[in-house]
């Protein structure tokens, strides 16, 4: 992978062919806009690739029981026979190769200058864009031009159902049409019975003749223009794409139907147009200015650029997957990566795409209160993994990643029980900031309530020490599994209960029908409430009042301590090095766990109290191999106890996930959640934005060498434009718009 010496503040640049690292570069370059997004593969098509887009929310089951977003059919196919020679790098001289990403308005382009095997030279322009401003359109436009020969050239741009996922194939071939300039491809998938429809029409812009023919492939149709090209007669071209689902429109068919006949002539100069504007709005809402160091600007955009393109606008029953809609990690699945990492930038920045982020919980709580009825529990209780219902999607097992002959039990989706809390967080988060009455009164209420109910019922009374616990769970951090009392989870509970007995009161006040009616439909009896008071009151919350200690679970201190120095030089993490049940045995930590608790209830702790764990967890933290959800979380932290430069160190980790690949799985698709953190690393770190339901304020621990941090963020509707600098750390000053 190569590093750039000096980068550009605004794009991702590549320089040459790099088919060995090119799965990796396919999720940098990744496109889209909410609705679908497409990873970076070239048109062409080349062996090893991972050619795969996905639409939010059609997600597929796959034999036996799991279910993942479908990797869509291929719109991106264009092939290019060039003097009757192929156009592909793996074959001649590749004499110049420059792509890049602007991230200002998502345009991935492609400039090259390739000689021919048979010695022709062809200089080559590849653009593509995913329509901001029209969801349902991609546009790729291309041109051709010979240096030093004349002939034809041949165009072939086709829709292909053949697609799979990872070799599953889920889509049905259902219908398709035809023509010389245009073709329509209708699939559906095979469990759930989801429709797409795509359409395309191919522009040919050309002095001399183009004849066209349309291949009527089944399941694969195809529009071939020929025409005559010379260095004095380029050719240029659009491939127009559109897309619908059956989520959208009961007839997705028809409407692209509909649109392909509207379209008989190039449109890429009006849909950018639009385009451009659409994404100038997001940036005038989302950017981070950072001065004096160009990575890390360069790296907390392409984060937000990230989340920007997978955040849905149209849509509230849809959720962004931990790797976004980038790549097959994780099946497209939804965990608390969403709520705690991502959600931040949206409520703070564009609080309408985290209304819908909620939405999609309150959407799913039908499976959240069946995931509690099966196991014995009232109210509701989250997934750890979720999909389209709202029920368990979390596999039981999977390959063990030494030896995939064997498989390993996944206990996340039983016991990992802090996600109904990470959710009810997130929104009254989301109510403080934005003081959306509404949303809180007519579902974030619900789901609060419901999952506090869960809470009760799950708290365990142990009579001997005369208090509630919860035992058998999994913290945040996942080296440990099947432990008492996680301190994060008890803390949050507690948090949960009281807060929503909070929301309650707030209710009864203000919206008394409200109140009557969510008080009937879930039973909150005066008894049942009670019981929460009394959970909230006997909650095992511990607190080593002489050390500040906070024990990471029952028992902790008493696992053999390892630290992480002292395992130098690894290139592995530490369930990779001692096995799981070894790292079980030990103090090594996957993720800041006690750590993140300290960060989401800031009030709840002194600042000893944050420097005595951050001293304890810190040097027993895998910041390099464990969970890419750690560094961000741990540079916030480090800026709390006043240490920015170690801050830094842990935010570059943070930053580089995918553009440098530091864990080597940046294949698999974005890591959401510490694109999300780089972002809450720089307002809630360095920048030290601390909000409490009275207001906001700003406490910068900037990095030596950074010379001003800027944003904006939205506080009730309002926007403030802030920014620090490290001459008048303490000072700061509101911009007016
Ligand atoms: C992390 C979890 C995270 C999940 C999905 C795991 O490796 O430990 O905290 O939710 O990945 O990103």
Not at 453 to 465: I, T
Request: hydrophobic share 40%.
């Amino acid at each position: 992978m190569e590093t750039p010496t000096s980068r550009s503040l605004w794009h991702i640049e590549q320089s040459h062919f790099d088919p060995q690292n090119q799965r990796h570069w396919e999720t940098v370059f990744t496109i889209g806009n909410g609705v679908f997004c497409a990873r970076g593969v070239f048109e062409e098509g080349y062996r090893g690739e991972e050619r795969a887009a996905f639409m939010h929310g059609l997600f597929d089951d796959v034999p036996i029981h799991f279910t993942e977003l479908v990797n869509l059919p291929d719109a991106l196919e264009l092939e290019l026979f060039l003097a009757g020679e192929r156009f592909s790098l793996e074959q001649g001289t590749l004499l110049e190769f420059h792509r890049r990403l602007d991230l200002r308005t998502g345009l991935l382009e492609r400039r090259i200058r390739w000689r021919s095997p048979q010695g022709r030279t062809t200089r080559l322009h590849f653009q593509r864009f995913i329509s901001l401003a029209d969801p349902h359109l991609m546009l790729i436009r291309f041109s051709i031009h010979p240096l030093d020969y004349q002939g034809q050239v041949e165009i072939r741009a086709g829709l292909n159902g053949e697609t799979d996922n990872l070799q599953f194939k889920h889509w049905e071939w259902q219908d398709q049409a035809t023509s010389p300039a245009q073709a329509r491809l209708t699939c559906i998938t095979r469990k759930t019975h989801l429709t797409v429809a795509l359409g395309t029409y191919l522009h040919i812009e050309s002095q001399a003749d183009v004849e066209r023919e349309g291949w009527d492939v089944r399941n694969h149709p195809v529009l071939v223009a020929r025409t005559q090209v010379s260095p004095e007669q380029p050719v240029s071209g659009e491939k127009i794409v559109y897309l619908y689902s059956n989520r959208e429109t009961a007839n997705p068919a028809q409407i692209v139907q509909a649109r392909l006949t509207q379209t008989n002539a190039p449109l890429w100069d009006k849909a950018w147009l639009a385009h451009a504007i659409a994404w100038q709005r997001e940036w005038e809402a989302c950017d981070v200015i950072i001065e004096g160091d160009e990575e890390a600007q360069q790296a907390v955009r392409f984060s937000i650029f990230h989340l920007l393109i997978a955040a849905p606008r149209q849509d509230e029953r849809v959720s962004i997957g931990a790797k976004t809609l980038s790549g097959y990690g994780y099946r497209g699945h939804v965990f608390w990566d969403t709520e705690i990492f991502m959600l931040p930038l949206f409520t703070y920045t564009r609080p309408e795409i985290a209304r819908n982020l909620l939405s999609y919980r309150w959407h799913t709580l039908e499976g959240a209160r069946r995931k509690a009825r099966r196991n014995g529990y009232k109210g509701a209780q989250y997934p750890w993994e979720s999909a389209a219902t709202g029920d368990e999607v979390t596999p039981t097992w999977v390959p063990h990643f030494a030896d995939p002959t064997q498989l390993i039990r996944i206990w996340t989706g039983d016991i990992e029980i802090h996600i109904s809390a990470d959710i009810a967080y997130a929104i009254r988060q989301y109510w403080q900031a934005t003081g959306d009455d509404t949303f809180m009164r007519e579902r974030g209420a619900e789901i609060i309530l419901d999952t506090a109910r869960f809470w009760a019922s799950r708290a365990e009374w142990n009579p001997d020490l005369e208090r509630f616990e919860y035992t058998d769970v999994i913290g945040p951090d996942e080296y440990h599994d099947h432990v008492d009392n996680n301190a994060y989870t008890n803390y949050l509970a507690r948090w949960h209960l009281n807060t929503a007995l909070e929301i309650l009161e707030w209710l009864k006040s203000h919206f008394p029908e409200t109140y009557a009616d969510l008080a009937q439909r879930l039973e909150l009896t005066p008894e049942e409430l009670a019981y929460w008071q009394k959970v909230i009151a006997h909650l095992y919350c511990p607190l080593d009042a002489q050390t500040g200690l906070i024990e990471q679970f029952e028992g902790y201190f008493q696992r053999k301590d390892v630290l992480m120095a002292d395992l130098e030089p690894r290139n592995v993490s530490v369930q990779v090095l001692f096995g799981i049940e070894g790292a079980n045995q030990t103090q090594a930590i996957k993720q800041p766990d006690v750590l993140m608790l300290l960060y989401l209830l800031p009030d709840q702790f002194s600042t000893e109290v944050v420097k005595a764990n951050y001293d304890y967890y810190t040097p027993r933290t895998d910041h390099t191999f464990g969970s890419s959800l750690g560094p961000s979380i741990q540079a916030i932290m480090a800026c709390r106890v006043g240490r920015p430069q170690e801050a830094y160190e842990h935010f570059m980790r943070a930053a580089r996930a995918d553009l440098e690949n530091v864990r080597g799985n940046a294949e698999d698709g974005i890591h959401g959640a510490s694109a999300g953190g780089v972002w809450q690393a720089v307002v809630f770190g360095f920048a030290g934005l601390q909000v409490s339901d009275s207001g906001w304020s700003l406490k910068p621990t900037l990095p030596s060498h950074w010379k001003r941090v800027a944003f904006k963020f939205m506080w009730r509707g309002q926007p403030i434009y802030v920014e620090a600098t490290p001459q008048n750390p303490s000072q700061t000053h509101e911009v007016s718009p």
